[in-house]
């Protein structure tokens, strides 16, 4: 599971150790497929994937020519029953129920629930092995604070990794971190990393 929005806010310091390991095989949680170049892309343009669960997979076209290949399976959820998702096996839910995607092919093979006379549909959460995010600073304990819009999913993901590694920006010592600032609490975090550089700047400008 990676966090990150179009890109920004993938930790590409880590990403580039998967590629340099020969990872293969692996199936990807995260909100889309990145660019063919940038950050979690390289992973699925390189055909290190063999699934992703994503909300979209549009602004990278290596991702969709894979899928249409039958090379990548690709699982569509729409961004915000995804997140949900995502929260929910971060915070031990067994999944959520939302009405979006009722009349789509989002609900094949689905269950459906009625509440109060309303058809919902059941979305399982989601967890992964492994959570792969990227924050602006990091203590020793692994609390962390983002930077404004690298922050967007990346607190989600933090909690719903069996293990997290957090990429960052800057170390710094216990006790500099105003504890009101600290978005995800180093209880979720198992592995802090020095970033390297992220590769993801032009997009955000």
Sequence with gaps: MFGGFGGVGNPPTIIGHIIEK???E???????AGFPNIGIGKIVSQGRAKKLIASHIGSNPVAGQLMVDGELEVEFSPQGTLAERIRAGGIGLAGIVTDIGLDSIIEEGK???TIEGKTFLVETALLADVSI???KKADPFGNLIYETSARNTNPLVAMAGKITIAEVEEIVPLGELDPAEIVTP???VNMVVKSKGVDWKWAWE
Aim: net charge neutral.
């Design 22 to 24: 020969d990872l293969k």
């Design 26 to 32: 692996l199936t990807l949680i995260g909100n889309d």
């Design 133 to 135: 995010v990227y924050a």
């Design 186 to 188: 180093g209880v979720f």
């Design 111 to 113: 269950q459906k629930v």
